[in-house]
């Protein structure tokens, strides 16, 4: 099929997809488009990038004025909306605690930082994470806002990864940094970037397959599991092409959890079936050796494509164990003249979401990450009673997040993945105050 065509056919889809879920959800509020238009950007380039589409890209549009403007925009909005609907700050705070203590220990580690004013524009970007959450979970329905977002970024991504990889390989291939093997980026910067949108959506549509099997109308539930099956494909293939293993991994082992918690007798006491499971994989991993057995099996070395070399030096240039370099500050000044004179490749992350944690935020940091992941799943555990099925998706995300920043960091910056996590980690009380039509005009669709 020649290019031109394949593109006109897909955006021709996109925008049917678009119009299609739009009419099926023209109760929800129009504000929703502020997360869509937040993550289609951070799970695919920046505005930065996308003006220079065809150009060598580089990993991070940190700093550029455009990318400042469209984030400070979405901020804005979201802050805007949120004001609007009359959110609690404090009801917020009170209901998520440790997630606030970890983010006011960011504001407060920029005080000790060498780069102070760098941190702090980082910092506010970050600002876009509880936001943007927050303009779902204040939605009168938090799961199916959820779904209308998640469903128009896999409408928008998905379809134009697959194109840019098949039709326009100047757009969506690259070359591997470290083998020089060419590699299918689709959407991304790189086969990670588009790894962990699959792994996302991969979760979300196993997901979503599960909710329609609920739908009384039969004529609704062949439509939207037929779509989710298209998704899938997409997802799998892309994940296929792209040789992502580490998101591969994730995204089934996710949907395993999410299966699993269908059955009664793990879901009543999944947090017991966690400790024992744990420990009897900690146990079987000392006596087989399971993961070094895995890594061969998916054709992976050892050491990660040097991952654990780097670990070890920027661990040995942590000289702050206590309370780190400050927010986003490791990775700057002298270090990284040190790192990158030995590192042909640049680094400019941990690949590491734990060590990039204790690299920039020291043991208090680590701590505080530990306690937010622990109260997630608490908290998402407990809802197994109350919404079983929305649990499980929270599950499915928080294991496959968990694993994930083992050799990616994602607990960083404006991430794709660090937003899904805000998603799973941060509760609003619901009152019947928000229903009211001081809280949304009726326009918004919020009654």
Known sequence: MPPVLATWLTLVGVVLLLRHETRTAQARSPALWIPVLWLGITGSRFVSQWMELGSPASDSGDGSPIDALYFGLLIVAAWAVLARRRVSLLEVIRANRWL??????????????????????????????????????????????LRTVLKRCAYILMPISVLFIKYLPQYGRGFDNWTGAAVNNGIGLNKNGLGYICMT????????????????????????????IILLWMTIWLLDVSNSATSLMTMTFGIFIMILLGWPFVSKRFGMFTIVVTLA???????????????????RDATL??????????????????L??????????????????????????????????????????????????????????????????????????????VFFNYTEAAFKGVHFIWTIFYLIAMDYPRHPVQDKPNAETPRDGDH
Do not use: C
């Open 281 to 299: 994989a900690l146990g079987l991993e000392s006596t087989f050796d399971i993961y070094a057995k895995t890594l061969e099996w998916l054709g």
């Open 100 to 145: 606030f203590a970890m983010f006011l220990f960011g504001v407060v580690s920029i005080t000790w930082s060498e780069f102070p004013f760098i941190a702090f524009k980082r910092l506010i970007k970050t600002l876009g994470h509880p936001l943007i959450a927050l303009i779902i979970l204040t939605d009168p329905d938090p799961a199916a806002a």
């Open 305 to 322: 494509t040097d991952r654990t070399a780097v670990w070890a030096d920027a661990l040995a240039l942590q000289d702050r164990p206590l």
């Open 201 to 228: 959506i991969g979760i979300f549509y196993a997901w979503n397959v599960l909710t329609a099997l609920r739908l009384v109308d039969r004529a609704e539930r062949r439509r939207e599991i037929g779509l989710s």
């Open 324 to 401: 780190g370099m400050g927010f986003e500050s490791f990775w700057m000044g002298s270090r990284l003249d040190v790192l990158w004179a030995k590192w042909w490749w640049q680094p400019n992350q941990a690949h590491n979401g734990y060590i990039e944690t204790y690299l920039n935020f020291g043991y208090v940091g680590v701590a505080l990450l530990g306690a937010v992941l622990l109260s997630t799943f608490r908290k998402s555990t407990d809802m197994l009673l109350s919404d079983p099925l929305f649990a499980r998706l929270r599950l499915a995300f928080w294991f496959a997040i």
